[in-house]
């Protein structure tokens, strides 16, 4: 019992903070994410997989970190929660490679993609929608993060996108009052 609440766990809650504390920001307001896992001068089976370049280990390792973080206080609960949660580590780090490997030539059967519809896993084609637009096909192991993902980013957008127009608005007053203030001072 406790191997499979620890593992589910680790997989679920791990791509929930995965998602939302590290993916999301980054798409926001960071380029570590956008200039090595969407970097799109190479293949990203390449800079997902093989690449040993330090700024994508960084990039990988922290999208990792809440998997690991969680997997840590089960590895003390028995040996049958640290069985699981090991397991949950080893099973997102192969899904990892799973989901990159569109690139060369993965394509996903009938079967498979009615199954993973039901557990609403990511599949290799799902996650590759992701690096052709990278704003949608968010959660990296679950398709049920993705909604709420775009919501944050449409939401946050959109505020910045106003704050923008209003700080614009804001300068060309000040400029107006500016010539104004100019104006009456060379009329006196
Ligand atoms: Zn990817
Ligand atoms: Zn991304």
């Given at each position: 019992m406790m191997f499979f609440v620890s593992l589910v766990i680790v997989l679920i809650v791990g791509d929930l903070g995965s998602t939302f504390l590290y993916h999301i920001p980054q798409h926001l307001w960071f380029k570590l994410h956008l200039r090595t896992?969407?970097?799109?001068?190479?293949?990203y089976w390449d800079h997902a997989i093989l690449s040993k370049d330090p700024e994508i280990l960084l990039d990988g390792l922290l999208g990792a970190l809440p998997y690991i973080v969680l997997a840590i206080p089960f590895c003390f609960l028995g040996p049958w929660a640290a069985a699981g949660a090991i397991l949950g580590l080893v099973l997102g780090q192969l899904h990892v490679w799973w989901r990159h490997t569109v690139e060369i030539g993965w394509s996903s059967p009938p079967w498979l993609v009615r199954i993973a519809r039901i557990f609403q896993i990511v599949l290799p084609e799902d996650h590759n929608g992701h690096h052709v637009?990278?704003?949608?096909?968010?959660g990296d192991i679950f398709r049920f993060y993705d909604a709420p993902a775009r919501a944050i980013l449409t939401y946050v957008r959109s505020v910045q996108r106003r704050r923008r127009t209003a700080l614009k608005r804001l300068e060309r007053i000040r400029a107006l009052r500016a010539v104004r203030s100019l104006r009456t001072t060379q009329r006196a």
């Open positions: 896992h969407h970097d799109r001068n190479r293949s637009n990278p704003d949608i096909e968010f």
